[in-house]
């Protein structure tokens, strides 16, 4: 038998192994998933605290009729969402701290923060 060969299946069926163990890399670790809506152009909530240290999954659900587009230059992040559709910004992992956003469309209402803990 090829030496190789020999130790490539060793080596899938300990990967194996160790997912039936519920044993999994960092690669394939779930990403902690936050809701922000969006309604009557403000955020909900307005304050979302999340853990420091991680990367998230910000699901962006516009329930109003109209375009908002999410900014933050704390984050780094902009994205428009289109009015009545919903989608994922991911963000992170954040430093401990405070990290605002807001609506692009609608500044004076749509706005909000991010604390990470």
Not at 14 to 42: K, M, N, Q
Not at 82 to 96: A, D, N
Request: hydrophobic letters at 40%; glycine letters at 8%; one cysteine or more.
């Amino acid at each position: 038998m090829n030496v190789k060969r020999s130790n490539a299946r060793r080596l899938a069926c300990l990967y194996g192994g160790l997912l039936c163990l519920g044993l999994s890399t960092p690669l394939l670790a779930e990403v902690p998933e936050f809701e922000l809506v969006i309604r009557d152009h403000l955020f909900f909530p307005s304050l979302l605290e999340v853990p420091a240290g991680t990367k998230l999954r910000l699901m962006v659900d516009n329930q109003d009729e109209t375009p908002e587009e999410f900014e933050s230059y704390a984050l780094n992040r902009e994205k428009v969402i289109p009015g009545h559709s919903r989608t994922v910004i991911f963000i992170g992992p954040l430093k401990p701290g405070e990290y605002v956003f807001f609506g692009e469309f609608y500044p004076n209402t749509a706005q909000g923060k991010i604390v990470a803990k």
